[in-house]
């Protein structure tokens, strides 16, 4: 008998559901939510509300569009954390419930599982190439920054982490300063392609081991940009591809030199990126160009999966329906990372 499963992916703004048969993914409705970009930044409790509207037609259309009815599912999986708790709760409750009404397992899915496994979404009609376990994975989202060590599809090590800020967090702080808007993520990168990469220095952690920071390049390009207004008003105007790309390039620049170390000190070839900000233009040719240079195998992941989709949610619940590794009505929502 097919094993079905819906995923359902409400961690932060984006309400998103999916169907995946057998592995194999049938549907992914992603519902964004636009109401934040005149805030500059996520309003936690808009953004519950918002989920709170989309949340049964986004499952009604990706069952539609899946051609499944909601008695053939076999589990309901859903993102239990971490995230915006007000923003949790209402995929979580809409979740179980369903589970329950209908009599099957639900499934508790970590987001940050989601997306490294984000890499083994297979859609018909496109490529798949997945990693070969053991891989590195580096996590870069708005939230997060990590490297993990994935020995499994359901065994995996956060090696390394952010002691403050995330890198999204740091590109969409530095973005805002320039008035560019929210999410600065994109807009930065398109800048960047125009700028100069070694037109400005900012500072870089020192950090041991496999962490990181960003809190203190975030400072750096503050006061930088500060003494630079007070000669010249038009400053931001005159140089913003140039902020841009040396901004971004610093922050590849500190995320590739850990993973390098890694990989290196645990000799894996096999390396993923993961995450919002891997939609990042000057990340991706780093991992190209890394690939070159030191042979690693690099997994870049379509830059629909990069943002946070129940795809990659349902993925997490169809490895672990296989492994039998379901949750109780219990287990609450959680905002911060529990592995
Ligand atoms: O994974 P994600 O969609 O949400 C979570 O944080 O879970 O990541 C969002 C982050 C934001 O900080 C956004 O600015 C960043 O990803 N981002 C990018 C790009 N696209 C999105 N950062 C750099 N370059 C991009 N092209």
Redesign the pocket.
């Given at each position: 008998m097919s094993i079905i499963i819906l995923g359902i992916e409400s961690?932060?703004d984006?309400t998103s559901a999916a169907v995946i048969k057998d592995g194999l993914l049938l549907s992914n409705v992603v519902a964004s939510q636009a109401v934040h970009e005149a805030y500059g930044g996520v309003v936690p409790e808009l953004a519950s509300r918002a989920h709170q509207q989309n949340v049964v037609p986004v499952v009604h259309e990706a069952l539609k569009r899946a051609g499944i009815a909601k008695e053939q599912l076999s589990a309901v999986a859903f993102t239990r954390g971490p995230?915006l708790m007000g923003s949790l709760l209402v995929g979580v409750s809409f979740a179980k419930g369903l589970a329950c009404s209908l009599g099957v397992p639900m499934i508790d899915v970590n987001?940050l599982h989601g997306?490294v496994l984000a890499h083994f979404i297979q859609a018909p009609d496109e490529d798949f190439n997945p990693p070969e376990f053991p891989f590195l994975c580096l996590l870069v989202?708005?939230?997060?920054s990590q490297i993990i060590l994935v020995n499994a599809y359901n065994d995996m090590k956060v090696i390394g982490q952010t002691i403050d800020d995330?890198a999204?967090?740091a590109?969409?702080k530095c973005s805002k300063v320039m008035g560019l808007g929210y999410?600065?993520?994109?807009v930065?990168?398109k800048l960047a392609r125009q700028g100069n990469p070694s037109a400005y220095t900012f500072s870089k952690p020192h950090i041991p081991g496999y962490d990181y920071s960003f809190s203190g390049l975030k400072t750096s390009f503050l006061y930088s940009l500060r003494e630079w207004l007070q000669d010249d008003p038009d400053f931001i105007v005159h140089h913003k591809e140039d902020l841009a790309a040396s901004l971004e390039a610093t922050i590849v620049d500190i995320l590739m030199s850990k993973l390098r170390k890694a990989a290196k000190d645990l000799n894996i070839r096999e390396v993923a990126v993961a995450?919002?900000?891997s939609?990042?233009?000057g990340?991706r040719n780093a991992f190209r160009e890394h690939a070159k240079k030191y042979g690693w195998k690099v997994y870049i992941p379509k830059f629909g999966y990069?943002?946070?989709n129940a795809a990659m949610i349902a993925m997490t619940g169809y490895f672990k329906y296989l492994d039998k590794q379901f949750c109780t009505i219990d287990m609450p929502a959680y905002s911060r990372v529990l592995i």
């Open positions: 961690s932060c984006d995230g987001h997306h989202s708005g939230g997060n995330a999204g967090e590109i969409d999410p600065g993520g994109p930065i990168d995450g919002g900000v939609a990042n233009n990340l990069t943002t946070d």
